[in-house]
């Protein structure tokens, strides 16, 4: 079984920065390509970024690029999300996700339970 543990959420000011981090246990991190998605209050959740299983190669959704920046420690079985200059509407539960490299929930197979973000104006 394959867990994976969100932390790092909280609550910021508009223009404000947070990293976000999610830890993989139960197998290989590296045979993973990780993704983060969010999921907004009343709306469906969305694809936010995913990096393959070498970290060389990622993928941003247009809402955050330049902004956000993801990034893989296999050593730590760990992945980040480096979210700057936050937006009101960068609020949602933030999930990371372990499967193939991709952007539809369909390619992750392992979620985590999710973070909270919540950017204030």
């Known amino acids: 079984q394959v867990l994976l543990v969100e932390s790092g959420g909280g609550l910021v000011q508009a223009g404000g920065s947070l990293r976000l981090s999610c830890r993989v246990s139960?197998?290989?991190?590296?045979?993973?390509?990780m993704g983060w998605f969010r999921q907004a209050p009343g709306k469906e959740r969305e694809f936010v970024v995913t990096?393959?299983?070498?970290?060389?190669?990622?993928y941003y959704a247009d809402s955050v690029k330049g902004r956000f920046a993801i990034s893989r420690d296999n050593a730590k079985n760990t992945v980040y999300l480096q979210m700057n200059s936050l937006k009101p509407e960068d609020t949602a539960v933030y999930y990371c996700?372990?499967?193939?490299?991709?952007?539809?929930?369909?390619?992750?197979?392992?979620w985590g339970q999710g973070t909270q973000v919540t950017v204030s104006s």
């Open positions: 996700a372990a499967g193939t490299y991709g952007t539809k929930e369909r390619n992750y197979d392992y």
């Open positions: 990096i393959n299983l070498s970290g060389r190669i990622t």
């Open positions: 139960g197998r290989a991190f590296r045979d993973y390509a």
